[in-house]
């Protein structure tokens, strides 16, 4: 099919979408414009800040640089997905206690970036985290709380999502 | 809206995504991994008329195995698989050295090795490697197939053999594990930044410590990969000691004719280029058979 419009069938943090989309419109500006989880942030539009990572089928990446209709049939993890109704998982507390976020701009990428980071490397080292992150720029913090709150989730229990408990 | 409009085609087949190809040419972006198109896309620095996505082709993500001791790459295989292979970390440990300075890895986890050969950047990893390992490509269209060297493929900045209608379906390596010694370093402002200079070495030596092969490959420092020759004759039927590597680190910095951008100043990349080839020998002389030196 090649008009202008797909339709586009996704499951966004365990519940199905349906919805038409022009074909140009990216990943990111789809979940914030049409489905309005705007959990998911845009800082550079191309691929240089991590403020839009999100899990695509498990892995993380970069949703301002996929197109909504490439994600047709797929299973994504946005921000919004990782607490369970008002309660933050341990990484979102962690980020709390350690003061990992000011504006906040950043975190909706840095916590998905880390979320899979952990799920690859459990315990990871201080060098590991680094790395991790290095794809996510943050203004504010000067980086050395993240990478405290991440340090101290992965010493933690393993982290889960909401959906995978229920599914 | 960021990119303008385009036609989309998302083929299930590899003969389908080869048609559509031929029928709209010039007019066609194959879109892969998409981490570089889409940011041209969403900057409009590209408008291309057609897309065409070979993300829902089956069989194209492959690591294969060859009787020579090599490996065939699918073109669609993500940076990521090529990263975590043990199969390439075996057959040739210079390609999985290079994998963690490509960008960062939500990056890879898209990024195709395909998309990067095609895309041809002068400071990328894989282009360099491929060519540093003599490298062939395989060019499909719907009427033909043919097969490319590395140094027939690569032409300029972004720039490649790749013509209209065709599609890179494989990217075949020889074995260089054995007796073959490696050594990768570059230079970047960032972890995962595209390299301002960067260097990969490959070396034979026999049992007399003399070396029998040398191949010493530059990238970010021209139009396309540059293997520098005249640094690699002084190496030969030699052994490799502090005074032949520091002539060699001289010979590369004298050959380097590399241009001045925001990132590096052209004499900063010719005195860098030398100290870094000299890096990769040294790693490549400290490595044993077998063993990854680390
Ligand atoms: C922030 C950032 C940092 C980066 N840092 C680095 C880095 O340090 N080193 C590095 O090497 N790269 C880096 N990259 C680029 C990355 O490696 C890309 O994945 C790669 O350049 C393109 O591969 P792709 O699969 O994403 O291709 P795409 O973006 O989909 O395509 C790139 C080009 O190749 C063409 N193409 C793709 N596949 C084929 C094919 N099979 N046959 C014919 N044509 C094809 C497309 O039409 C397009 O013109 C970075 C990217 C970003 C966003
Ligand atoms: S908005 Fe996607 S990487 Fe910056
Ligand atoms: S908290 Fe402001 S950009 Fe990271």
């Known amino acids: ?167 | 809206m960021k990119p303008a409009k385009f036609e989309y085609f998302a083929p299930t087949s590899l003969a389908e995504a080869l048609e559509l190809l031929e029928e709209h040419g010039d007019d066609a972006k194959v879109l892969a991994g998409g981490q570089s198109l889409m940011p041209m896309l969403n900057m409009r620095l590209a408008r291309p008329k057609v897309v065409v996505d070979i993300n829902r082709i089956p069989n194209l993500d492959y690591i294969s195995p060859t009787p020579d001791g090599g490996l065939a790459i699918g073109a669609l295989t993500r940076q990521r698989s090529v990263e975590r292979s043990t199969v390439v970390e075996e057959r040739i440990p210079v390609l999985a050295a290079v994998m963690p300075s490509i960008a960062h890895f939500q990056i890879r986890n898209r990024g195709t090795m395909g998309g990067s050969i095609s895309h041809a950047d002068p400071a990328a990893e894989l282009p360099a490697v491929c060519f540093a390992l003599d490298g062939e490509f395989v060019l499909s269209s719907a009427s033909d197939q043919r097969v490319l060297k590395a140094e027939n493929f690569f032409i300029s900045p972004l720039t490649t053999a790749i013509g209209p209608g065709e599609l890179l379906t494989e990217i075949r390596l020889p074995a260089r594990s054995g007796e073959w010694r490696w050594g990768f370093e570059e230079v970047c402002r960032r972890q995962g930044d595209f390299a301002m200079v960067g260097a990969v070495s490959l070396l034979q030596i026999d049992d007399d410590g003399v070396c029998r092969s040398a191949c010493i490959t530059m990238f970010g420092v021209g139009g396309t990969p540059l293997r520098i020759r005249r640094a690699e004759e002084a190496l030969l039927g030699d052994r490799i000691n502090d005074s032949v590597l520091e002539d060699v680190s001289k010979i590369v910095s004298e050959e380097l004719d590399p241009d001045s951008d925001i990132h590096a100043s052209a004499a900063y990349r010719k005195e860098v280029g030398g100290v870094i080839a000299r890096r990769t020998l040294e790693a490549a002389v400290s490595r044993v058979n077998g063993d990854d030196g680390a």
Do not use: W
């Open chain 1, 1 to 167: 099919m090649t008009t202008a419009n797909r339709t586009v069938k996704v499951t966004v943090n365990g519940k199905e979408y349906e919805s038409s989309v022009e074909v140009r419109k990216t990943l990111a500006d789809f979940l914030r414009d049409e489905l309005d989880l705007t959990g998911t942030h845009l800082g550079c539009e191309h691929g240089v800040c991590g403020a839009c990572t999100i899990l695509f089928n498990g892995d993380a990446v970069r949703s301002c640089l996929m197109l909504a209709v490439q994600a047709d049939g797929a299973d994504l993890t946005t921000v919004e997905g990782l607490a369970r109704g008002e309660d933050l998982n341990a990484l979102q507390l962690a980020f709390q206690e350690n003061h990992a976020l000011q504006c906040g701009f950043c975190t909706p990428g840095m916590l998905m970036t880390a979320y899979a980071l952990l799920q690859d490397t459990p315990n990871p080292t201080e060098d590991q985290v680094k790395e991790g992150i290095s794809g996510n720029i943050c203004r504010c913090t000067g980086y050395a709380p993240i990478i405290q709150a991440i340090l101290q989730t992965g010493r933690g229990p393993a982290l889960t999502l909401p959906t995978n408990e229920e599914g």
